[in-house]
Nanobody
Framework: QVQVVDSGGGSVQAGGSLRLSCVVS?????????????IQWYRQAPGKEREFVSS???????VYADSVKGRFTASQDNTKNSFYLQMNALNPEDTAMYYC?????????????????WGQGTQVTVSS
């Protein structure tokens, strides 16, 4: 059973940094030749909808929301099925619950694992 566990949140002052971690277990993080996944980061602030932050695929290609470009960096450690979101120059608008997600993006054959698995979330609070 595939599980996603995210961690690393905390409280920092504006201008500070945090590194979030995401560990995928129970299967290859990016899947196989038939079922291909990406690892994504989302966040949800109080009273707002969950929004996309970043993603990384098996080729190491990263995508970022405009609001975090130049400040956040997604990376991976394939040997450990671990993923990271380095967040620099944080500001109060970055305050949110951050979630890691393993999302299936391509199907070329039979897939038995869930198409989407979310982590439990980790809280990031940035004070001014």
């Amino acid at each position: 059973q595939v599980q996603v566990v995210d961690s690393g949140g905390g409280s920092v002052q504006a201008g500070g940094s945090l590194r979030l971690s995401c560990v995928v277990s129970g299967g290859a993080a990016f899947g196989n030749l038939f079922c291909i996944y990406t690892i994504q980061w989302y966040r949800q602030a109080p009273g707002k909808e969950r929004e996309f932050v970043s993603s990384i695929d098996r080729s190491g290609i990263t995508v970022y929301a405009d609001s975090v470009k130049g400040r956040f960096t997604a990376s991976q450690d394939n040997t450990k099925n671990s993923f990271y979101l380095q967040m620099n120059a944080l500001n109060p608008e970055d305050t949110a619950m951050y979630y890691c997600r393993r999302e299936r993006t391509r199907v070329r054959g039979p897939c038995t694992a869930p198409s989407s698995v979310w982590g439990q979330g980790t809280q990031v609070t940035v004070s001014s």
